[in-house]
């Protein structure tokens, strides 16, 4: 099966661009997936990316996919105190039922 | 739309208790998920159902049962509680449809606690 590592914990101030990194090993995965979770609630879909693509940008939020490395991250320009939160990556194990392989998760926090 | 509800928000389970985790979607979504979510260990699949009647195992289904009598529902059950289960569950559900997997709505969570 998929094993998808991100770093635990991320600190920066307010303003700064925030960028959080992901590892993953199945590079069979059709769409890489961020999520992003507030305390005490599910998780909410923020952005995805195909796997055929290099770069997408949703506004605030760019993903990069480095296919060779299968290395896979999300940059948060001027983050904010409310972008705190826990994000996950996730990919498509493919096959049947749409199952997803989630990261550890990595916790942001945003200092003023 | 309420989305996916999941009953109870917390419990605290005696080990060796049983119990059953509910959850409900109104979005007429054909697959369902149940997760759980451990510290630093991010999410890990325990079951899923393409369809009412069709469950199937996750990465970590030991403990547990499911079913899928309607499309709406996906109870996750709970038979002998142990200390191990001691996490927070996720129900999610898509729509299945087509590509990409956006459809993952989640639910706010079950926080369980086993002593």
């Known amino acids: 099966g998929e094993d998808v590592e991100q770093s635990l914990f991320l600190s920066v101030r307010e303003g700064d661009s925030s960028v959080i990194n992901c590892t993953y090993t199945d590079s069979s995965s059709t769409y890489l997936y961020w999520y992003k979770q507030e305390p005490g609630a599910g998780l909410q879909l923020l952005t995805y990316i195909f796997s055929n693509m290099d770069m997408k940008q949703d506004q605030r939020l760019t993903v990069l996919l480095n296919k060779k490395d299968k290395h896979l991250s999300l940059r948060i320009a001027d983050t904010q105190t409310g972008d705190s939160a826990i994000y996950f990556c996730a990919g498509d194990l493919g096959g049947g039922g749409n199952k997803l392989t989630f990261g550890t998760g990595t916790q942001l926090k945003v200092e003023l | 739309n309420a989305g996916v509800t999941q009953t109870p928000k917390f419990r605290i389970l005696k080990i060796g208790q049983s119990m059953t985790l509910q959850c409900a979607q109104d979005m007429n979504h054909n697959y369902m998920y149940w997760y759980r979510q451990d510290p630093g260990m991010g999410l890990k699949l325990i079951y899923y159902?393409?369809?009412?009647?069709?469950?199937d195992k996750g990465e970590v289904p030991n403990g547990y049962n499911v079913s899928r009598s309607t499309t709406e529902d996906f109870p996750l059950r709970l038979e002998l509680a142990a200390p191990s289960q001691t996490s927070v569950y996720f129900c999610a559900s898509s729509s299945g449809q087509g590509r990409p997997n956006y459809g993952y709505t989640f639910g706010s969570g079950t926080r369980l606690t086993v002593v």
């Open positions: 159902s393409v369809g009412a009647g069709i469950t």
